[in-house]
Structure formats: structure tokens, C-alpha cells
């Protein structure tokens, strides 16, 4: 069956330094693998994604992720955090060999940028 | 603009009273779900429907009841069964194919008076 683990519950940075939120998965199969962002109170917003073709993603607002088969893990990084990264980061599997189209959720991780 | 409208974006519940929460989505997209999330955990799956007319259990349907009459829209009724409703809820659609992507709208927070 499909898991995500988030390695951090919460992940502090300064303004202008590089960002690291970790993401482990595990899968019996290829997996469709998902960076959401969440700002208080709203919905969540695609980042980026991998589905087998590039193992580095670029996504939005310079945020990219490496997919690395032999670590099963897929963690996010941005070379310079700026005050509005501040947010919940969620690292998402798909549940596809289904095809239902579910997705299973990591715990989060909360993203504090200090001035 | 495409995207998924939730309404009401407050709503509050007394004790037995059933509340329906409303989601629609101009993406036409074929795939809706209903998500409940509670603070420091993830999204957790209650109801999701593939096509109209047809819906499936997710991890956590007990107390919530959904219909999909028709593709733009699946609303999404917490019932008095629901003894713990107090939550932020998440609507969100995606295209029926493999490895799609959802979109969100922005919730609704619930909470009993």
C-alpha cells in the first residue's frame, strides 16, 4: 500500500536562505507524487508534480523537488525562501493503480520564514 | 475563471441539525471529492464520485452523506450521527485519468454552537 511520511512537523528558516521540506514515500508501484502549499484558511495549491518523466520538477514560485527512486523520497527546495513561503507544505501520493484518482496526504509540514 | 467554489466559508452547527455544505466546479472535471481536516493532521477522505450518479465510501464516510445529481456539483451533508463535526472541510475535483492532479476550493470551517 501507498504511504507518505513528512520527516519535519515544522521546518524555521531565515529570509533569504535555502529551504529543505522532506518527504519519504513508499509504493508497490510507479507513483504520481504531489507538492501541495496551504495558507491559513484557504485550499490547497499545487506546486508541482512528478509522473515518471523528469526526476527533478520545477514548480511554481521557484520551488523544484528531486524524485530519487533508490531513497524513496521526493524533497522540496527553494534556493531562497521569501516572507510569503510562510505555510503548511503537504507531500502527497497517488493512490492510481486504483484509478479512483485518490490521493493519501502527508501529515504536513509547517514552513515559519523569520525577517 | 475555472475553479471550485465552497459556500459558506463559515457555518455553524447546532446540536442534532443536520448542515449541507456546498461545492461547485466549472473545470469539467469528471472527479469530486469531499476532505475533512483537523488541525496538525492531514487531509483525510470522506466521500468521492467518479461520475454523476455514482459515489464511494472514503476513509471516514460515518455521519456524512453526499449525492451527485449532477457533474458541476457534490454537495456534501454532515449529519447529527457526525458526534465530532468541528472541522476545516475541503472540496476538491480532478479529471478522471491516472496520476491527475486535484484542485481545491477553500473550504468551509464548520463548527457547534
Known amino acids: 500500500a501507498q504511504s507518505v511520511t513528512q520527516l519535519d512537523s515544522h521546518v524555521s528558516v531565515s529570509e533569504g536562505t535555502p529551504v529543505l521540506l522532506r518527504c519519504n514515500y513508499s509504493?508497490?508501484?510507479?507513483?504520481?507524487l504531489f507538492w501541495y502549499v496551504q495558507h491559513p484558511n484557504k485550499g490547497l495549491q499545487l506546486l508541482l508534480k512528478?509522473?515518471?518523466?523528469?526526476?527533478l520538477v520545477k514548480g511554481i514560485n521557484g520551488f523544484e523537488a528531486e524524485f530519487k527512486k533508490s531513497e524513496t523520497s521526493f524533497h522540496l527546495t527553494k534556493p531562497s525562501a521569501h516572507m510569503s513561503d510562510a505555510a503548511e507544505y503537504f507531500c502527497?501520493?497517488?493512490?492510481?493503480?486504483?484509478?479512483?484518482?485518490?490521493?493519501?496526504f502527508g501529515q504536513g509540514t509547517t514552513l515559519q520564514v523569520k525577517p | 475563471d475555472g475553479g471550485i467554489t465552497q459556500s459558506p466559508k463559515y457555518l455553524f452547527r447546532k446540536e442534532g441539525q443536520n448542515v449541507t455544505l456546498s461545492c461547485e466546479q466549472n473545470l469539467n472535471h469528471d472527479a469530486m471529492y469531499w476532505y475533512r481536516q483537523d488541525p496538525g493532521q492531514g487531509l483525510r477522505l470522506i466521500y468521492y464520485?467518479?461520475?454523476?450518479?455514482?459515489?464511494q465510501k472514503g476513509d471516514i464516510a460515518e455521519g456524512y452523506s453526499v449525492s451527485r445529481e449532477k457533474k458541476e456539483s457534490f454537495p456534501l451533508t454532515v449529519t447529527s450521527a457526525q458526534k465530532n463535526p468541528t472541522a476545516f472541510y475541503l472540496c476538491?475535483?480532478?479529471?478522471?485519468?491516472?496520476?491527475?492532479?486535484?484542485?481545491f476550493g477553500d473550504g468551509t470551517r464548520l463548527s457547534i454552537l
Open positions: 512528478y509522473t515518471s518523466a523528469a526526476t
Open positions: 464520485s467518479q461520475i454523476v450518479n455514482d459515489f
Open positions: 502527497v501520493v497517488s493512490e492510481d493503480p486504483s484509478n479512483t484518482g485518490k490521493l493519501i
Open positions: 476538491a475535483s480532478s479529471m478522471n485519468r491516472r496520476n491527475q492532479p486535484q484542485h
Open positions: 509504493s508497490s508501484y510507479s507513483p504520481s
